[in-house]
């Protein structure tokens, strides 16, 4: 665990840099308490859950930039290797279990410890292609500023119901990712606490708490805002071929 702390140390001046207070206003912890990411086949659903999700992505784009202001993904980039390495229900802060049910915490920490493209990532690349929050509406087929009621909503087919489900699980995991990120870079300014439980149920020190579980966070946000953007790309290539 000192290599983990090590790893924080580093990133001390990165938190540093970082707005709490733009952080706070995306609300993402209480956007993945609040959602229910259900796995099922409901595709025709109403309108504002629509635009609730379009929101969602929303949030999420803007963790990133807030996020890409700071040296924190530099850090956790050049550390990749090690942090995944370590990166169990152990290493990771129990208030994770409060933000993010522990079955999908177990999700995320398994695709973040066998996923190593993380520390090839640009984020500026990453949102130069993730495609804007109207161009998200669209592909959900829902107008984000008027949403409209039950019996008002547009009647969508099976290929689109599957794509708008396609589109939920990621920004799911996109707000999830985000959730954590947030939890734990706020542990950075609670410098009164060395050491708090692990979801485990172990001592962890904070430092490396915040370390693991930032990561955790970044990497699935990341993978699913590459995911939402190749979409969207697929979707631009469709109306080329009309």
Same mark, same amino acid.
């Given at each position: ?26 609300g993402l912890k209480d @956007?993945?308490?609040? +959602? ?13 859950? &629509? ?6 992505? *929303?949030?999420? !784009?803007? $963790? ?11 850090? $956790? ?27 999908? !915490? /177990? ?9 190593? +493209?993380?520390? +090839? $990532? ?17 592909? &959900?087929?829902v107008n984000r500023y008027?949403? *409209? ?7 969508v087919d099976e290929k ?5 489900? @396609? ?10 990712? *985000?959730? &954590? ?17 692990? !979801?485990? *149920? /172990? ?17 699935? &946000?990341?993978?699913? !805002? /590459? ?6 790309? /697929?979707?631009? +290539?469709?109306?080329?071929? @009309?």
């Open positions: 665990m000192n290599a983990l702390q090590n790893i924080e140390t580093e990133l001390a001046h990165s938190l540093d840099k970082l707005d709490y207070r733009r952080l706070r206003s995306l @956007r993945a308490q609040l +959602r229910k990411f259900v796995a099922d086949n409901k595709w025709d659903v109403p309108p504002v859950h &629509l635009k609730f999700w379009v929101d969602d992505y *929303g949030a999420s !784009i803007q $963790l990133i930039n807030i996020i890409s202001e700071t040296g924190i993904v530099t850090v $956790l980039q050049k550390n990749s290797d090690e942090i995944r390495s370590l990166l169990s229900l152990g290493t990771l802060p129990a208030i994770d279990s409060y933000v993010v049910s522990r079955d999908k !915490i /177990e999700d995320l920490i398994k695709f973040a410890k066998d996923c190593d +493209r993380f520390k +090839r $990532l640009d984020p500026a690349a990453l949102l130069h292609k993730a495609p804007s929050e109207d161009q998200v509406a669209d592909i &959900l087929i008027d949403p *409209g009621g039950w019996e008002d909503r547009p009647r689109v119901g599957a794509r708008r489900l @396609r589109i939920r699980a990621l920004i799911a995991k996109a707000v999830m990712g *985000g959730a &954590l990120t947030v939890t734990n870079l706020s542990l950075g300014i609670l410098t009164f606490l060395s050491v708090i439980p692990s !979801i485990a *149920g /172990e001592e962890l020190s904070t430092k490396s708490g915040l370390v693991t579980s930032t990561f955790t966070g970044l990497t699935c &946000l990341f993978d699913a !805002i /590459e995911k939402i953007s190749s979409v969207h790309q /697929e979707e631009k +290539r469709r109306e080329e071929k @009309r």
